[in-house]
């Protein structure tokens, strides 16, 4: 088991968060995954290892994740939620033309949130930033 599954146990535990084998999963799955995948791609990844589990099963865990700060949940306008383990602050990169998701580190944006702030007076929470373009592969494809 990795470090941040076994962080992640722990931190669903200390707030009285049962761990279930399917808990234990579909937070697995997403953090070996770097897919961004959405829930059904989750439920059907799975559903060899619990054919008794539901859909419904892995949509309530997502929101628990994501409730307590593990998962992101981020929409790109397809209209399917996709998830993201939330260890560190990163970006996307995503391709216009197949859909694939890429995570972009980039600490010289860390102080981003700070900045907005002073120069317009909100109180920041929270911010995203996407960058849209065609993947290498997507450029293989169309010839560019």
């Known amino acids: 088991m990795s470090y941040l599954v076994e962080q992640s146990i722990e931190r669903l535990k200390y707030n009285n968060v049962r761990i279930t084998p399917q808990r234990h999963a579909i937070l697995e799955y997403l953090i070996d995954q770097d897919s ?13 290892d619990f054919p008794s589990m539901s859909v419904a099963t892995v949509y309530n865990n997502l929101r628990l994740f994501t409730k307590m700060g ?3 949940e981020m929409m790109f306008g397809d209209n399917s939620s996709r ?15 197949c859909g694939k998701i890429e995570d972009i580190y ?12 002073n120069l317009t007076g909100y109180d920041v929470n929270s911010h995203r930033l996407e960058i849209y373009g065609l993947c290498p592969d997507c450029q293989e494809e169309v010839g560019e």
């Open 106 to 117: 980039y600490p010289g944006l860390d102080d981003v949130e700070v900045v907005a702030s």
């Open 83 to 97: 998830f993201d383990f939330a260890s560190t602050e990163h970006y996307h990169a995503i391709c216009t033309r």
């Open 70 to 72: 593990l998962v992101k």
């Open 36 to 48: 961004h995948p959405t829930a059904d791609e989750i439920y059907k990844a799975l559903e060899v």
